[in-house]
């Protein structure tokens, strides 16, 4: 899969701190990430939330999430490889937030977690990667306290 939306990873900080990746399924699909069962996915709008604390902070990790010229490591990069990152929300913070960001996302109305402990083996959250129902991406942007924003495409 070619490169999302050309990108330029100095709009991110190197701080640390907390991000969603907002990615657009426009068909189903059975995705299998390191040890976790193969699971069928859904066209719809997903949420993937992390936190980035190494090197290079969120623009490091996320800009990495975002090249197609990756080795996979984490369960993300299964799904990055196969559905475009339309959209990327962040806050910087010395505090790691990803499991009260997908705790705050799963309180919403119609969102699910399609694929158990994806994205969440360092913790007991059920998943950090979140099925939005229809309409549900305003509704998850002001959950998560309206997050700064990049719009990589529609």
Do not use: N
């Not at 090197?55 to 990069?77: E, F, N, S, Y």
């Not at 694929?115 to 007991?124: L, M, R, W």
Request: aromatic fraction near 6%; include cysteine; proline fraction near 8%.
């Amino acid at each position: 899969m070619p490169d999302p939306s050309p990108f330029d990873r100095r709009l991110l900080p190197t701080l640390p701190g907390t991000y969603a990746l907002i990615l657009r399924l426009d068909r189903s699909l059975t995705l299998t990430a390191g040890r976790l069962a193969p699971a069928a996915l859904r066209p719809g709008l997903y949420v993937y939330v992390g936190s980035a604390r190494g090197p290079g902070g969120l623009r490091g990790r996320v800009g990495r999430h975002l090249r197609a010229d990756k080795r996979a490591h984490w369960h993300i990069d299964a799904l990055t490889a196969l559905a475009p990152v339309t959209r990327v929300w962040h806050v910087e913070s010395a505090e790691r937030r990803e499991c009260l960001w997908a705790g705050a996302l799963r309180t919403l109305p119609g969102v699910s977690a399609p694929v158990a402990g994806f994205g969440a083996s360092d913790c007991t959250c059920e998943a950090h990667l979140l099925m939005l129902p229809g309409g549900g991406l305003a509704a998850a942007w002001a959950a998560l306290d309206s997050p700064a924003e990049i719009i990589l495409s529609l």
